[in-house]
């Protein structure tokens, strides 16, 4: 199956992408004094039926990535290509049928669900605005499938969020993604916001779903923990670039590019025993202003290994082993 | 030796719309000189609500401290004249809070939020210390960061200015409520050994208040797990990772992915909601969730008792037998 997997053309190919915002002055004229650097030429495939990660710290350009694949915002540069289709250069009635494909599940499931409305509205609004269901009795049928499907009694349909804990509401999130019948599904941080005890009832949801209907997901996260429990091939992003990307198992036993072990080092591991025993000495300095990136490697003032020339040419991604790429002039 | 924080039975409730909710019921611990204590748990569980009434900041109506006792170098910070507990505050119990952009003071600058805990405290030259804290801290150039506002200090340096202004007046104590949940894991990583080095330098006792398990083994010298107010499990941490005795605990530490472990099929997560605080019974609070459950759960709340040894404790009515049922499902 994983041949196969990998033969097959990629759902999901994102090229170049590139996302810039304006930094504006003054208040009654504004006017643009500079531009931040959200994603600065992110290139990276996801192939039917398999869980890309996509981590990084906050500023990264990891929900900027999301939200552009989305269409949410557009994109300044960049090709994104479902299933062959550039949906970048589509006109709003084109992207539609191609949108109800593709959903997505939000970090906070306090604000991501509107409080005036009941859950049984909030899973059947998907159907209504794409107009799939238009029978109003099949369309409360379908709620409360996605309902027990997600886990929820089906009587919460007629039940408001706040009537819910944190977890509850990120299934109802769910069943709400799940409600178009989609094929791929951004998860930015949807785990996030959890308890501990909650968060690994919903990561497991997220792996019978993805099971049950052949999901292909985009797992938007920052622990990476959950992304090597979930993903089979990670990405990890730096001030808007991807510094690193590989295979799971490659990238969590043998990474390669420093910031990727400054990140799997400053996770603290739930064993006094590991610990005291482990010499620890975090990566020195904060992520620098995306406003005004540094020159060479975005990585090189904070780097342990950096070498004169890092600060002079931007390294490439490049494929030091198969699969396993790798921005980063001092690693081979 | 008498320990430097004695917590004895405090009880915290708040009146809502839904009825009373016993937020922190019945808690006790101690914390000795130097020493760092790790209060776990999750949303809800009370290990905020109890570090706050320790220092009496529960919004009163609608919270309200019933009953405890809280000895601080000898002192019943309960009995505490309102003047005398703003003297605690800041002097010998510092303080450092989740969200540094909150917690510190938008409109004034870094430099005068420190001079003016020291001024409050009366301590002498109080802008050459300020200096000195931020050095202390590892704020590089602290006199020119001296004259910023918090808005143009990034996140973690926010929260090196909270411990800088934690540490002004040589405390005995710090309670840190968070202090690395809103950062990254870098810098968090940053935050936790800054933190940790100046408590062992200053011989600061620090009361960890925390719901990452990874930060507590790497820090904390004892553990106390907080469930639905109570104080489920207590102990030395090496104890409570390596022989937990209380089934939430377990459940606990069962249910995340870890990165030293082989990666496995499936997470075992604990079952269930977290409690309704407005609608505990007389029973165990974790009963509903727990595998191990039996009729006598239902009975009483389960008192802390001697699990191994006598510094571990564990409220379950079948501690005695839990390590061994746990090692049969496993």
Redesign the interface.
């Known amino acids: 199956m994983r041949a196969s997997a990998e033969n097959a053309a990629p759902l999901l190919e994102v090229r170049g992408l590139r996302k810039m915002f304006p930094v504006t002055e003054g208040i009654l004229v504004r006017r643009a004094i500079g531009e931040v650097r959200a994603v600065d030429g992110v290139t990276f495939t996801i192939r039917r039926g398999e869980t890309l990660g996509l981590v990084g710290?906050?500023g990264c350009g990891k929900t900027t990535t999301g939200r552009c694949i989305l269409l949410l915002d557009r994109p300044t540069a960049g090709a994104i290509l479902y299933d062959g289709i550039d949906l970048t250069k589509l006109k709003y009635s084109e992207l539609m049928p191609l949108r109800r494909r593709i959903q997505v599940i939000f970090q906070d499931p306090y604000s991501s669900l509107n409080p005036r409305m009941t859950v049984g509205d909030i899973i059947a609004e998907p159907m209504k605005v794409h107009a799939v269901e238009r029978d109003a009795r099949r369309r409360a049928t379908r709620v409360r499938e996605l309902l027990s499907i997600c886990g929820l009694n089906p009587n919460f349909a007629d039940r408001y969020p706040h009537e819910m804990?944190?977890?509850?509401r990120q299934r109802v999130g769910i069943a709400r993604a799940l409600a178009l019948n989609p094929e791929f599904i951004i998860c930015d941080e949807a785990v996030s916001a959890l308890?501990?005890?909650?968060?690994?009832?919903i990561?497991?949801l997220l792996?019978d779903l993805r099971e049950r209907f052949g999901l292909t997901y985009l797992f938007i996260a920052?622990d990476?923990?959950?992304v090597?429990?979930l993903c089979q091939r990670v990405a990890v992003m730096y001030l808007g670039r991807i510094v690193e990307l590989a295979d799971?198992?490659e990238l969590?036993d043998h990474a390669l590019h420093p910031y990727t072990r400054?990140?799997?080092?400053?996770?603290?591991?739930?064993?006094?025993?590991?610990?005291a025993s482990r010499s620890?000495r975090?990566?020195?300095g904060?992520?620098p202003s995306p406003i005004n990136p540094p020159t060479g490697c975005v990585f090189h003032p904070r780097c342990p290994i950096a070498v004169a020339g890092c600060s002079r040419t931007r390294p490439e991604l490049r494929e030091v082993r198969p699969g396993h790429w790798v921005a980063c002039s001092e690693v081979n | 030796m008498q320990p430097l924080l004695q917590v004895t039975d405090l009880h915290t409730e708040f009146r809502t719309g839904a009825g009373i909710v016993r937020a922190v019921d019945g808690i006790s611990y101690t914390v000795d000189q130097g020493e760092t204590v790790a209060i776990v748990g999750?949303?809800g569980s009370g290990k905020s609500v109890g570090a706050l009434s320790i220092l009496r900041l529960i919004p009163d109506p609608p919270g309200r401290i019933t009953r405890g006792e809280v000895l601080f170098a000898g002192r019943d910070l309960m009995k505490l004249s309102d003047a005398q507990m703003r003297e605690v505050r800041g002097g010998d119990i510092g303080m450092i809070f989740q969200e540094p952009m909150t917690s510190l003071n938008p409109v004034l600058t870094v430099g005068r939020q420190i001079t003016e805990t020291l001024e409050q405290h009366r301590r002498a030259d109080p802008a050459k210390r300020a200096v000195e804290l931020l050095s202390l801290v590892g704020i590089a150039d602290p006199a020119r960061r001296l004259k910023q506002y918090p808005h143009e200090l990034?996140g973690?340096?926010r929260q090196r200015v909270m411990i800088a202004i934690a540490l002004a007046c040589d405390p005995k104590l710090i309670i840190a409520d968070e202090p690395t949940t809103a950062l990254?894991?870098?810098?968090?990583?940053?935050i936790?050994?800054l933190m940790h080095g100046l408590t062992r330098r200053l011989k600061v006792a620090l009361v960890i208040i925390t719901?990452?398990?990874?930060?507590?083994?790497?820090y904390?010298n004892r553990v106390n797990v907080m469930y639905a107010g109570r104080i489920v499990e207590s102990g030395p941490?090496?104890a409570i990772?390596?022989q937990p005795r209380h089934p939430y605990t377990m459940?606990?530490?069962r249910?995340?992915?870890?990165?030293?472990q082989l990666?496995?099929a499936?997470?075992?997560?604990?079952?269930g909601?977290?409690p309704d605080l407005t609608r505990l019974d007389g029973g165990c609070a974790f009963r509903p969730?727990c595998r191990f459950a039996i009729a006598a759960c239902a009975v009483a709340q389960p008192l802390l008792t001697a699990a191994d040894g006598a510094s571990h404790l564990t409220a379950c009515v079948r501690s005695h037998e839990i390590g061994a049922l746990a090692g049969a499902t496993a």
């Open positions: 710290e906050s804990s944190g977890g509850q308890d501990v005890s909650i968060q690994a009832q990561i497991n792996e920052h990476l923990s959950v090597r429990h799971r198992d969590f400054a990140l799997l080092d400053a996770v603290p591991v739930p064993d006094p025993a590991i610990e620890f975090p990566v020195k904060e992520v | 999750e949303s990034s973690g340096m990254d894991v870098t810098i968090q990583a940053q936790l050994e719901h990452n398990l990874g930060v507590v083994a790497r904390a941490a090496a990772y390596a459940a606990l530490l249910s995340v992915p870890r990165l030293d990666r496995r499936r997470l075992d997560p604990v079952d909601q977290p969730r």
